[in-house]
């Protein structure tokens, strides 16, 4: 299959997770079952149609609106399905359209929910960190085991950089944190770092930004989630970890 092809191919059906990851953010912070009830209207109840259920075509053609009742969906349904797509599809360009790309495409599964569940809820579930430690190593295990022992190192320094932060300032970083950027360190090996510095620096920058818009005392009581930094970061670093690690590696060593 042609990177071009493959690149479709995850766009597609990038999207189509993401419509079930929409459901993954809005079920399981409540502890609801994810495969019943099926989706349905939030405002009248109506089961929607598997023909109303296409990724963010569905959304377009029906403007927004439930079919029966006509109420509005949010449009952030359709965003997802869209970003996640695009990633996907981004992911099998960058890594190509074989075994190499399965580590990355399975990290974007993983950090749309945790982003969209941490932005709603301030937590990170520990199901999807299990899902991401169990899952990171075994893909490494059949497609690239010689790096494991460098994710699994990663992992522990990550994961540890951050429990001390936490241990230190624990109003600033909670435990899912932690668990997040350990994980990160699985997926990413020797390019979480970058991750965790964008992740820094990132939400460095929008804290001053809400300090300056409230004020110093209103702006430090504002609770802002931290997970969509790492996340943030998490992307960067799979498609330009690597290089900026050795860029820093060539000029500073």
């Given at each position: 299959?042609?990177?071009?092809?493959?690149?479709?191919?995850?766009?597609?059906?990038?999207?189509?997770?993401?419509?079930?990851?929409?459901?993954?953010?809005?079920r399981?912070?409540?502890?609801?079952?994810?495969?019943?009830?099926?989706?349905?209207?939030?405002?009248?109840?109506?089961?929607i149609?598997?023909?109303?259920n296409?990724?963010?075509?569905?959304?377009?053609?029906?403007?927004?609106?439930?079919?029966?009742?006509?109420?509005?969906?949010?449009?952030?349904?359709?965003?997802?399905?869209?970003?996640?797509?695009?990633?996907?599809?981004?992911?099998?360009?960058?890594?190509?359209?074989?075994?190499?790309?399965?580590?990355?495409l399975?990290?974007?599964?993983?950090?749309?929910?945790?982003?969209?569940?941490?932005?709603?809820?301030?937590?990170?579930?520990?199901?999807?960190?299990?899902?991401?430690?169990?899952?990171?190593?075994?893909?490494?295990?059949?497609?690239?085991?010689?790096?494991?022992?460098?994710?699994?190192?990663?992992?522990a320094?990550?994961?540890?950089?951050?429990?001390?932060?936490?241990?230190?300032?624990?109003?600033g970083?909670?435990?899912?944190?932690?668990?997040?950027?350990?994980?990160?360190?699985?997926?990413?090996?020797?390019?979480?770092?970058?991750?965790?510095?964008?992740?820094?620096?990132?939400?460095?920058?929008i804290?001053?930004?809400?300090?300056?818009?409230?004020?110093?005392?209103?702006?430090?009581?504002?609770?802002?989630?931290?997970?969509?930094?790492?996340?943030?970061?998490?992307?960067?670093a799979?498609?330009?970890?690597?290089?900026?690690?050795?860029?820093?590696?060539?000029?500073?060593?």
């Amino acid at each position: 299959m042609s990177t071009g092809l493959g690149a479709l191919v995850a766009g597609l059906f990038g999207a189509i997770f993401g419509s079930f990851l929409n459901v993954v953010a809005y079920r399981l912070p409540r502890k609801e079952s994810l495969a019943s009830p099926p989706s349905r209207c939030p405002s009248c109840g109506t089961p929607i149609k598997p023909y109303d259920n296409i990724p963010v075509l569905s959304w377009l053609i029906l403007r927004g609106r439930c079919r029966a009742c006509g109420e509005k969906f949010s449009g952030r349904y359709a965003l997802v399905e869209l970003a996640t797509g695009l990633l996907c599809a981004g992911v099998v360009l960058d890594k190509g359209a074989d075994s190499d790309a399965y580590l990355g495409l399975a990290l974007v599964l993983l950090l749309v929910p945790v982003t969209l569940i941490d932005l709603d809820h301030r937590i990170i579930p520990n199901t999807l960190m299990i899902i991401g430690t169990v899952v990171a190593p075994v893909i490494l295990l059949a497609t690239d085991p010689d790096s494991l022992v460098e994710h699994l190192i990663a992992a522990a320094a990550g994961g540890g950089f951050f429990l001390l932060a936490a241990l230190a300032y624990p109003a600033g970083m909670g435990m899912g944190d932690v668990k997040l950027a350990f994980v990160l360190g699985l997926f990413l090996g020797g390019a979480v770092a970058p991750a965790l510095l964008i992740a820094l620096l990132s939400g460095t920058v929008i804290g001053v930004a809400i300090i300056a818009r409230k004020g110093q005392a209103e702006g430090r009581k504002t609770q802002v989630p931290f997970g969509p930094f790492l996340a943030l970061g998490g992307v960067v670093a799979l498609f330009v970890g690597d290089a900026i690690a050795d860029w820093y590696v060539d000029n500073f060593f």
